[in-house]
């Protein structure tokens, strides 16, 4: 929509006003790692992070909530329990804003979820481009996540002093021009944007020997690859990698009834596709039991029935899942395995 320029100096103010008026969240700092996290101090803020150990996601599905309360008196409805307040979340990586992509079709088409819809309609997404690869481990380039033009409300470039700050909606132009002293770039400003886009492509190599247009028809010729029984031989089948996953959204539901039998509650939380309790039915029939269809299950969603279903890979190649699996398991490895 438009291009400003924001004083890196003011950086903190413009995080400061909005705290006045919404909850704020960005990545902060979590020993040698990074969280997303409230934000109580602008100095708080650390824009220059690689990777969090969780995608923001969490704050749209949060890793479990109430979804509504119940009576045994037959006279009561059941009340829906919706918690959101209006948030801004800074730093969000573009392999990320992909991926709520994902998850924005996902609760919105078929059944509509009104607890994630209600908390997206009032956050505000400011993304912020990298500049340099996160780490051995992610892929961004090779899944066409490495930069985004939409998805994001605001979104930074770190050009030195200042940042570029390219405006995505009408609602974060309102929000910049409420609560920073930005100012609209000039020509300058553009070159200087355009340098340093141009400068940060070469220093992300491919990690894919596919080009990543060819992953689903690679999925869907591999259902019977005995690649599969090889890596369920070291996989642990922790879950992990579905928790870490910005595109995962798979969720368990129960219900919780006090002791007096009069008043209960329905919840969910997250789940993994890889625990062998995750696709156990009544009768304790177990569709995915073998630990290599479950993992294969995994891989196939990212690769092909996510394309199939929302157009969208299940895969933006942030490396969180290869980066924390205790089996040394990588979505690169596998598919350049399988390619080859």
């Known amino acids: 929509m438009s291009l400003w320029i924001i004083d890196k100096s003011a950086m903190a103010t413009f995080v400061a006003n909005v705290m006045g008026d919404y909850r704020v969240v960005g990545p902060k700092a979590k020993g040698p790692q990074f969280a997303f996290d409230e934000i109580e101090d602008p100095a708080e803020l650390r824009l220059d992070y690689n990777t969090s150990i969780l995608p923001p996601k969490k704050y749209f599905q949060p890793q479990e909530e109430r979804l509504m309360t119940f009576k045994r008196n037959g006279d009561s409805a059941p009340e829906a329990v ?20 994902v998850l924005d079709q996902a609760f919105t088409q078929n059944f509509p979820d009104a607890h994630y819809l209600t908390r997206r309609r009032q956050a505000l ?48 132009l ?38 990543v247009d060819e992953l689903p028809a690679l999925m869907s010729q591999s259902y019977n690859n005995p690649i599969w029984e090889t890596l ?85 190649g942030c490396g969180r899942c290869a980066r924390l699996c205790l089996a040394d398991i990588s979505p690169i490895n596998v598919f350049n395995e399988l390619h080859e």
């Open 82 to 101: 919706i918690e959101a307040e209006a948030t801004v979340i800074f730093g969000v990586h573009t392999c990320d804003l992909h991926a709520m992509r």
């Open 125 to 172: 997404l400011i993304g912020i481009e990298c500049l340099e690869p996160c780490d051995e481990h992610s892929f961004c380039k090779s899944m066409g996540t490495l930069t985004i033009s939409e998805g994001y409300d605001l979104h930074l470039t770190d050009l030195g002093d200042v940042y570029a700050v390219d405006v995505g909606s009408e609602e974060g």
């Open 174 to 211: 309102t929000l910049l021009k409420t609560y920073s002293d930005a100012r609209l770039a000039t020509e300058s400003d553009m070159q200087q944007l355009n340098r340093a886009l141009s400068a940060k492509w070469p220093r992300f190599p491919y990690k894919l020997e596919l080009d």
């Open 232 to 316: 369920a031989e070291k996989c642990l089948a922790c879950g992990t990698c579905n928790i870490v996953c910005p595109t995962c959204f798979c969720f368990n539901v129960y219900d919780e009834v006090d002791l007096n039998l009069e008043n209960g509650e329905r919840s969910r939380r997250w789940d993994s596709c890889m625990l062998d309790v995750f696709a156990r039915v009544a009768g304790g029939e177990n569709f995915r039991e073998q630990r290599s269809a479950r993992l294969r299950h995994r891989f196939m969603r990212k690769g092909l029935y996510l394309v199939e279903r929302y157009k969208h890979l299940g895969c933006v």
